[in-house]
């Protein structure tokens, strides 16, 4: 069983149509990735895991499952208690996580509990020194306040770790060494991660498996470096194709032509049609269903085609042919 099942889910901001029937799922002890543009739906669907949307967020449609509850429909005592003991969260801005009023040692006490030892969950995020407990959040630098983060959220052994951009704001030299900690301390608790990220090679290198976002839906999930590196859908394949780690291994970098699109109720088609060099007509009124196409399970009308003949347009070479 899963531990996160995400299922069909549709999350309106008003007007705008942020998530349009998005499926996710996370397994217990699994790090997945979840990339896309800007826009694409991330960070609304890494909130709705734990019901944390803005209020001006509404769920039209679908559902939330982690651990076996409904997220969406649990009353306030068991949605708390499900986010205390099942579920972590770790944001972009780290300073404004933590509460400007409070002492980075009270703040983790709170978390801990009577008798929890500050000193040892800080040590495991490598702040040592004790005027860290003293501090302020306002005092320590972004890589220092991100830690204190990751030491709060990871503190309860969570099932389940929310991890939305958390290197994103920091200097590039702590940014590794941030995300080296997320994944190791997950490793050692049995936590599983999803990870919300720009940085495909990173996701490639770290992530089990690896869920792929267009227009509020999931458009391609599967085993990481099969999705990434092998991608099925035309839009995982012009997003792999624009990133740098593509462009090391001697591909162009060129960015996705064209716009993402604004949603303001159901993408009556696929969402990336008209952005797509694969595009027919049926992909412009017709809503794509998950296909699976080797491992990788993928919302393309034409996607079961183009694994014959290749996303990139290229022929592929069957192995029994070579052989
Ligand atoms: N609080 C909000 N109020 C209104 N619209 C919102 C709100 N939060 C997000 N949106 C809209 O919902 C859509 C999805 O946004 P979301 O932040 O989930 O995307 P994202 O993939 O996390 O983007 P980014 O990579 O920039 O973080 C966008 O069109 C965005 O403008
Ligand atoms: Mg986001």
Redesign the pocket.
């Known amino acids: 069983m899963s531990l996160l099942s995400v299922r069909n889910l549709v999350i309106d ?2 007007k ?1 149509r ?1 998530l349009d029937g998005a499926d996710l799922e996370v397994a217990q002890g699994e790090t997945v990735g979840l990339v ?1 543009e ?7 669907l890494g909130s709705a895991v734990g019901r944390l949307l ?1 209020r ?2 509404q769920r039209t449609d679908g559902e939330v499952v982690v651990a076996g509850e409904p997220v969406f429909d649990l009353p306030p005592d068991r949605l708390r208690h499900l986010r205390k003991r099942h579920l972590g969260f770790v944001f972009q801005d780290p300073i404004a996580s933590l509460d400007p009023t409070m002492r980075v040692g009270a703040q983790l006490r709170l978390v801990l509990g009577r008798g929890g030892d500050v000193g040892f969950h800080l040590a495991r995020v490598r702040l040592d020194d004790p005027r860290v407990t003293r501090a302020y959040p306002h005092q320590l630098s972004g890589g220092m306040a991100q830690r204190v983060a990751i030491a709060m959220a990871m503190a309860t052994s969570p099932e389940l770790l929310v991890a939305d ?1 958390p290197t994103a704001a920091l200097d590039s030299q702590v940014r590794e060494e941030v995300s080296n900690m997320v994944f190791s301390l997950a490793a050692d608790a049995g936590t599983s991660i999803l990870w919300l990220s ?1 940085d495909l090679p990173a996701v490639a290198r770290r992530c089990d498996r690896v869920a792929v ?1 267009y227009g509020g839906r999931v458009v391609e999930s599967g085993p990481a470096r099969e999705v990434l590196g092998r991608p099925a859908h035309p839009y995982t394949a012009a997003l792999a194709g624009a990133s740098p780690a593509a462009a090391a291994h001697g591909a162009r970098l060129e960015p996705v032509p064209g716009r993402p699109p ?1 949603l303001t109720g159901p993408a009556p088609g696929c969402a990336f049609a008209p952005r797509c060099p694969f595009a027919v007509e049926r992909c412009e009124h017709e809503r794509p269903e998950p296909v699976k196409v080797r491992d990788q399970h993928v919302l393309c009308h034409r996607a079961e085609e183009l694994a014959e003949r290749g996303v990139h347009g290229e022929p592929v070479v069957h192995p029994e042919v070579t052989a």
């Open positions: 901001y008003a705008t942020a896309g800007s826009g694409s739906g991330k960070s609304t803005s001006a967020a951009e720009h976002m604004v």
